[in-house]
């Protein structure tokens, strides 16, 4: 069994024991944060291993594959631990100033350790069951920090948001009972070889369709997403922005890594069905965000049009296009989490997250206004930063097989992006704040903490943004990957097979 | 005995399907619940049943020598079944506080982190 592969799964897990027993002491948010800190060491000498070696594979228990749960670290999964962790870390930071001490005592450290390991857990694992249960560990977390000291807003949105992942919960499983009883292995490369034999295909497309819509639900596309603008608006900012960042791009992953390796089957069937449900999750998400004034329920159906685009790589299924999704993905998690941490920067200053009755951020604190810029404009696909590119890449994949109509409604819903980011630019930042209020940034407690990891996850978007050669020679290996499981396979199964 | 209990999933899940559209969200829960044991049931069904045959190992030997029931299935239901009974217990603590705060279990009232209906 290799360190490197468990090693980001046990120290959260460590941290989340150590901080739910330190829970009423100062010293659990410090073990939040160092927990975190040390899972982005383990993950970044992971990603170098697998950079190096190519896929690595070990095995629980010493249960040889298929027999045993498997864990596997492609890069695919091995970029998404890291900006897992990364994400994770910036938020540990931000929640110093952000998380009040009552949270603190009711235990949520310790549920933030958690569902970082669930998340880290269902990118890492190799076998169908064990992505089930990392869901649970992530949902149940979840749900934890979503109604932590909640009142009546935080238990109204919880319970939407737990009713219907719980619905795609038992889908989920049902379709792992469904896909074991017609191919008797749960184990992803050995799934990948034995599709194959399936007598019945036409019944392994409705498993798949079983699995497309439970896994859409995780990742909020249309017509599936009603639980998110319900939900991401009431938590706390720390909360909601692991939430933005993370959550939603599990169920993209998932829909990933089973419709390339296991679902290849009928693609001229399953894809073209997420080639319509991306166009739509595009559109419908981005005109939600039109119709919305709060600062974080533009973001949050702002991410339903995001995870459109994600969706759209993965439908159509060429080597760009794939491309793509994986570069959309990381830079997607980097600049949304960010935008939910500066909308928790401009409650505290201002007092609310209505745009309609803020304003004057940008007199009074010009370096969040820059702040906001960045991710804001990334979102929106300005050039030269990191959105820029992923949405180049996927339009320019979308021309490459002359699919004209798509192309025009990924641009068209960009530019609805702008319309809604300029909103909130004129509104919060623009115009002078109704009451007369100049929120300064001097006033803002705990600034460094809050302002810290905004500056830190914004300075990776220029970066992308500006030399994003060796990220898009990164994706391309990855979506070669995607496309040719053999390494993959090899990895797992060994050579025999 | 397949062929019985795929029918008896087949009621479980339309009785679930029935409550969960109810406007309750304490009969939508119950709905939950039958339709988490459907899936249970489905994993179990779909492992292929053989009744009476345990999965015992002799001693002595590396491998069962008859035909014996495939025990997978039966550790993935128990897993799903404490999985789910877990979440389950959540969803009910939440089901009642959101009555203590909201005063009503009508999901069409529960609107409050929502905008207001025009």
Not at chain 1, 51 to 64: H, I, K, S, T
Not at chain 2, 11 to 39: D, E, Q, T
Request: with cysteine; net charge neutral.
């Amino acid at each position: 069994m290799s360190w490197y592969l468990s090693l980001p799964l046990i120290i959260p897990f460590i941290a989340a024991i150590t901080a739910f027993l330190l829970r009423h002491s100062a010293l659990g948010r410090w073990v939040s944060i160092i927990g975190s800190g040390l899972g982005l060491l383990a993950s970044l000498a992971l990603m170098s291993v697998v950079l190096d070696a190519g896929v690595l594979a070990g095995q629980m228990g010493n249960w040889p594959a298929p027999f045993g749960i498997t864990l596997v670290a492609d890069l695919l999964s091995a970029v998404m631990v890291l900006i897992t962790a990364i994400t994770g870390f910036a938020v540990a930071i931000y929640a110093l100033g952000d998380i009040t001490e009552r949270q603190e005592k009711l235990g949520y450290h310790a549920l933030f350790q958690m569902l970082l390991a669930g998340v880290t857990g269902a990118f890492l694992t190799g076998d169908l069951f064990n992505l089930y249960v990392w869901f649970e560990v992530m949902l149940i977390a979840s749900f934890g920090l979503l109604i932590l000291n909640g009142g009546k807003e935080q238990i109204d949105g919880g319970v939407k948001y737990v009713a219907l992942n719980l619905i795609s919960t038992i889908l989920f499983l049902t379709g792992i009972g469904l896909l074991y009883g017609m191919t008797g292995t749960l184990n992803f490369a050995d799934l990948a070889l034995k599709v194959e034999d399936v007598e019945n295909q036409g019944l392994l497309t409705v498993v798949a369709m079983m699995f497309m819509v439970a896994f859409g639900v995780k990742a909020a596309v249309f017509p599936l997403f009603f639980w998110l603008p319900a939900a991401y608006h009431t938590p706390s900012f720390a909360v909601s922005a692991i939430f933005a960042g993370l959550l939603t791009k599990v169920g993209v992953y998932a829909l990933i890594r089973m419709f390339t390796m296991v679902f290849d089957h009928d693609v001229s069937f399953t894809h073209t069905i997420l080639l319509w449900v991306a166009c739509f999750t595009m559109v419908i998400g981005v005109l939600g965000a039109a119709a919305q004034s709060d600062f974080r329920k533009i973001l949050s159906f702002h991410i339903i049009s995001q995870i459109g685009y994600m969706i759209l790589g993965l439908a159509l299924m060429t080597p760009l296009a794939l491309v793509g999704a994986v570069f959309y993905l990381v830079h997607h998690i980097i600049v949304k989490a960010n935008l939910f941490l500066i909308a928790g920067v401009a409650h505290k200053l201002t007092g609310s997250t209505e745009v309609y009755k803020i304003g004057g951020l940008y007199k009074s604190a010009p370096f969040l206004a820059i702040l906001f810029l960045i991710p804001a404009f990334s979102l929106a696909g300005f050039p030269p930063l990191s959105g820029f590119w992923a949405k180049y890449i996927i339009v320019k994949a979308t021309l490459d097989i002359q699919m004209w109509f798509v192309a025009f409604i990924a641009l068209a819903v960009g530019l609805m992006t702008i319309y809604s980011m300029t909103k909130i630019w004129a509104e919060a930042f623009w115009k002078p704040h109704p009451d007369g209020i100049e929120p300064e940034l001097k006033t803002l407690q705990n600034k460094t903490a809050l302002l810290l990891p905004i500056a830190g996850l914004a300075i990776m978007t220029v970066i992308i943004g500006l030399n994003p050669e060796p990220f898009v020679q990164f994706a391309e290996r990855t979506a070669a990957q995607l496309l040719d499981p053999s390494a993959y396979i090899t990895a797992v199964l060994g050579d025999a097979s | 005995m397949e062929q019985l209990l795929s029918l008896l999933i087949g009621v479980l899940v339309a009785a679930s399907v029935y409550l969960m559209l109810a406007r309750n969200l304490l009969r939508f829960l119950f709905g939950l619940i039958l339709l988490s044991n459907a899936a249970n049931l489905t994993i179990f069904v779909a492992g292929r049943l053989t009744p009476g045959a345990p999965s015992i190992v002799p001693d002595g030997v590396d491998a069962p020598i008859d035909v014996v029931a495939n025990a997978l299935p039966q550790a993935l239901v128990l897993t799903a079944i404490v999985i789910g009974f877990g979440l389950f217990a959540f969803a009910l603590i939440l089901a009642f506080r959101a009555y203590q705060s909201l005063g009503t279990l009508n999901t069409d009232e529960m609107r409050v982190a929502e905008p207001k209906e025009q």
